[in-house]
C-alpha cells in the first residue's frame, strides 16, 4: 500500500490550500484516513480523521478552518484549509489504516509528508 500526497506550498496568512492524498496498492477496506502534522521540534498531531462510516475527528486548533472530506471511488481524502496562520506551519502527513483482505488485521500506513508554509 502506498499514501500519495500532494497540494502542499507556501501560502499567506488567510489564505487557502487543499491537500489530496490518494492510497493504492492491495486494498480491501480503509478503517479511517486523515491527517497529522509536525512542526519543527514539536511531535506530531492529529489535524483530521474520517472514517469509513464518514465520522470525523478534528482537532480543536482547526475546528471552522478546515475540512476533511474523501472520495470512495478514488481511495482518496482531502483536506481544504482555510484562513491558514503561521501556526499552521508544518510538515502535514497522510495517514491510513488500511486492510488488505477480509481476514487481514488493519495495518497503518503513512505518506512521506508535503509542507505547509504559511507566512505572516
Known amino acids: 500500500v502506498q499514501l500519495v500526497e500532494s497540494g502542499g506550498g507556501l501560502v499567506q496568512a488567510g489564505g487557502s490550500l487543499r491537500l489530496s492524498c490518494a492510497a493504492s496498492g492491495s486494498i480491501f477496506r480503509i478503517n479511517t484516513m486523515g491527517w497529522y502534522r509536525q512542526a519543527p521540534g514539536k511531535q506530531r498531531d492529529l489535524v483530521a480523521t474520517?472514517?469509513?462510516?464518514?465520522?470525523?475527528d478534528v482537532a480543536d486548533s482547526v475546528k471552522g478552518r478546515f475540512t476533511i472530506s474523501k472520495d470512495n471511488a478514488k481511495n482518496t481524502v482531502y483536506l481544504q484549509m482555510n484562513s491558514l496562520k503561521p501556526e499552521d506551519t508544518a510538515v502535514y502527513y497522510c495517514?491510513?489504516?488500511?486492510?488488505?483482505?477480509?481476514?487481514?488485521?488493519?495495518?497503518?500506513?503513512w505518506g512521506q509528508g508535503t509542507q505547509v508554509t504559511v507566512s505572516s
Open positions: 474520517t472514517s469509513s462510516s464518514s465520522s470525523t
Open positions: 495517514n491510513a489504516n488500511i486492510q488488505d483482505s477480509r481476514w487481514s488485521p488493519s495495518f497503518r500506513y
